[in-house]
T-cell receptor, first 113, second 113 residues
Framework: DQQVKQNSPSLSVQEGRISILNCDYTNSMFDYFLWYKKYPAEGPTFLISISSIKDKNEDGRFTVFLNKSAKHLSLHIVPSQPGDSAVYFC????????????FGKGTKLSVKP | DGGITQSPKYLFRKEGQNVTLSCEQNLNHDAMYWYRQDPGQGLRLIYY???????QKGDIAEGYSVSREKKESFPLTVTSAQKNPTAFYLC????????????FGSGTRLTVV
């Protein structure tokens, strides 16, 4: 049973527009959420995170929104650039000694010039 | 510069042979992890270790073995019992368990022929 779901395998966006990547989770014990970006044949790199005590975290062009009641988070990229084309993984953790990150299956973002 | 190194980048093995993938980190991280990535499957946890001389099975540990004799090193052996060993393998480390961001290596692409 998937605890972290990214229901859109792919997303295509025009350069300069907003990219919105979505992630849903089922475990109400999750209290820390992260987004990773991955290029082909490379390891994922950390992008941005949010704690469950917040509903928004912003870092430059990247903003993560958390809706705890809906068990939903989203990553907004504004404006989108061709270099943003990659696979984006959502991850969640329940914290504590058993707090391994649980990853979604990823969404492949393509930003077209 | 601190980081996590996986070697080799590409590895070919004949069916029925065991093969060991190397993972070394100089970040002084206590926890280390092995993930497997397959198309459309996201990142699946194979094994993890929260401290030296201790490790735990992840979601897909069958056919794999690990050791954690040193803090810096967490090698993964893919045994002949692993039915579908061809995949992209990722090693990661974190300061500790419990919702910390992971640092990933650049991955090893294993192809079994």
């Amino acid at each position: 049973d998937q605890q972290v779901k990214q229901n859109s395998p792919s997303l295509s966006v025009q350069e300069g527009r907003i990219s919105i990547l979505n992630c849903d989770y089922t475990n109400s014990m999750f209290d820390y959420f992260l987004w990773y970006k991955k290029y082909p044949a490379e390891g994922p790199t950390f992008l941005i995170s949010i704690s469950s005590i917040k509903d928004k975290n912003e870092d430059g062009r990247f903003t993560v929104f958390l809706n705890k009641s809906a068990k939903h988070l989203s990553l907004h990229i504004v404006p989108s650039q061709p270099g943003d084309s990659a696979v984006y993984f959502c991850a969640a953790s329940a914290g504590g000694s058993q707090g391994n990150l649980i990853f979604g299956k990823g969404t492949k973002l393509s930003v077209k010039p | 510069d601190g980081g996590i190194t996986q070697s080799p980048k590409y590895l070919f093995r004949k069916e029925g042979q065991n093969v060991t993938l190397s993972c070394e980190q100089n970040l002084n991280h206590d926890a280390m992890y092995w993930y497997r990535q397959d198309p459309g499957q996201g990142l699946r946890l194979i094994y993890y270790s929260q401290i030296v001389n201790d490790f735990q099975k992840g979601d897909i540990a069958e056919g794999y073995s690990v050791s954690r004799e040193k803090k810096e090193s967490f090698p993964l052996t893919v045994t002949s019992a692993q039915k579908n060993p061809t995949a992209f393998y990722l090693c990661a480390s974190s300061i500790g368990p419990g919702g910390n961001s992971y640092t990933f290596g650049s991955g090893t692409r294993l192809t079994v022929v």
